[in-house]
């Protein structure tokens, strides 16, 4: 039988468990079976295909993530125009700030709504990700809404499919409707331009209706939806 289940050493390493992703529909109970017998605890499975679903769900999978990919042309905006509040994040240290808003910027992932998780993962995997987005390992550029010298908005900027890619954005959940993340938006715009990129997009969850809502209003449109499921073995 075709072994159809990656390892994924990451994931793995930094959870404490070892853990996998299902790359092809195949003879699935026979894989996840042979995944148990192999010390396998959690499996991945991304599925475009609708009519895979009600065959995950009898595999014992449970749907964690309606992904959501949008997508727009960057348009051409000018720098100063922009507001002085927005800033590029240049220290090298997570404050408790950023911090926070990296967690109010995770309230729908997977990590955290699906309640299998019970070692803090998702607390681990965004202070980490905010980590290395500052120290520039996976991002270009973090901007920051700093006021009376409080952050109280996110945007990390990176490069992803040869795109400028949104990876966290967050605004502090006591000044949201205040345009900051428009203007964060529009920060990421400039910022996006100066590294050569053409279009920039964003992931999010569906089930964050308010993110989804605000990705359209500022021009995006969607460009894919990806289920996530998880088997817990």
């Known amino acids: ?15 404490g468990y070892k853990i996998g992703e299902l790359k092809k ?37 449970k749907l964690v993530d309606e992904k959501v990919t949008f997508l727009q042309i960057i348009p051409q905006l000018d720098m100063f125009q922009l507001d002085n509040n927005i800033k590029l994040y240049q220290k090298q240290d ?6 926070s808003l990296a967690l109010q910027s995770g309230v729908y992932s997977r990590f955290k709504t699906d309640t299998n998780f019970k070692n803090q993962e998702f607390e681990k995997l965004y202070a980490i990700w905010i980590e290395n987005s500052i120290k520039k390992m996976i991002a270009k550029e973090v901007i920051v809404f700093e006021l009376e010298e409080k952050i109280i908005g996110l945007l990390t900027l990176g490069i992803k499919n040869n795109r400028s890619d949104i990876g966290i954005l967050a605004v502090d959940g006591q000044s949201r409707g205040l345009g900051i993340g428009k203007k964060l938006m529009e920060r990421a715009f400039i910022e996006s331009q100066k590294l ?11 089930s964050n209706i308010e993110a989804c809502y605000f990705y359209e209003k500022q021009g995006f449109q969607i460009e894919k ?9």
């Open 25 to 61: 529909y195949n003879d699935l109970e026979e894989q996840l079976k042979k995944a148990k017998d192999e010390k396998y605890v959690l499996i991945y499975a991304k599925n475009q295909e609708a009519k895979r679903h009600d065959d995950y769900l009898k595999a014992g999978g």
């Open 196 to 206: 050569a990129q053409t279009s920039i997009q964003v992931v999010t969850q569906k």
């Open 225 to 233: 939806i990806e289920n996530i499921y998880h088997f817990w073995l």
């Open 94 to 99: 997570v404050s408790k700030e950023l911090l």
């Open 1 to 15: 039988m075709e072994n159809v289940i990656e390892y994924l050493e990451w994931d793995s390493n930094f959870f």
